[in-house]
């Protein structure tokens, strides 16, 4: 696995953050799939695409993902939404997740919303991230304290 940086970030050391990625990404995905990942972490600022962001991922070429994270979030709030787009990284790696159209591919995920409602809280994906990020964060806290 391959973990690089764009941009500056001067709350985090890159060390900790290429540690913590590489924690949370063997609590979603086997080791084989981990192995062949690349990701491009991005700390840039200023960009119009992000106004209302606090992350978002997408897939460059399959098993390489660009996430971007606001690099004026607190500390807390900047792993929190690293663990949020790792869980959608997750999904492009699996397949469950179009990374072109944002489709839900896995009839697993699709069952989390039966009402077919596009309202962000209930599209399966973000149900997902959300609903796993919290755990990520706790379980690398405690492992690493
Ligand atoms: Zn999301």
């Keep these: 696995m391959k973990v690089t ?6 709350k985090v050391k890159y060390s900790d953050y290429v540690k913590m990625t590489k924690y949370m990404l063997e609590l979603l995905l086997t080791p084989k799939e981990i192995n062949q990942l690349t990701v491009n972490l991005s700390f840039e600022r200023g960009n119009p695409d992000h106004v209302g962001k606090k992350g978002e991922t997408f897939e460059e070429e399959f098993g390489e993902y660009h996430i971007w994270i606001r690099p004026t979030m607190s500390i807390r709030e900047q792993i929190l939404t690293t663990a949020h787009e ?3 990284v997750k999904q492009f790696v699996r397949k469950e997740l179009c990374p072109t159209t944002g489709k839900i591919l896995s009839r697993s995920l699709r069952k989390l919303n039966p009402t077919n409602s596009d309202d962000y809280f ?3 994906s973000e149900i997902e991230a959300n609903g ?3 755990g990520l964060v ?8």
């Design 132 to 134: 796993r990020a919290p």
């Design 122 to 124: 209930d599209n399966p």
């Design 138 to 145: 706790q379980r690398y806290m405690r492992n690493s304290s």
């Design 5 to 10: 940086f764009m941009g500056q970030n001067n």
């Design 86 to 88: 790792l869980v959608h």
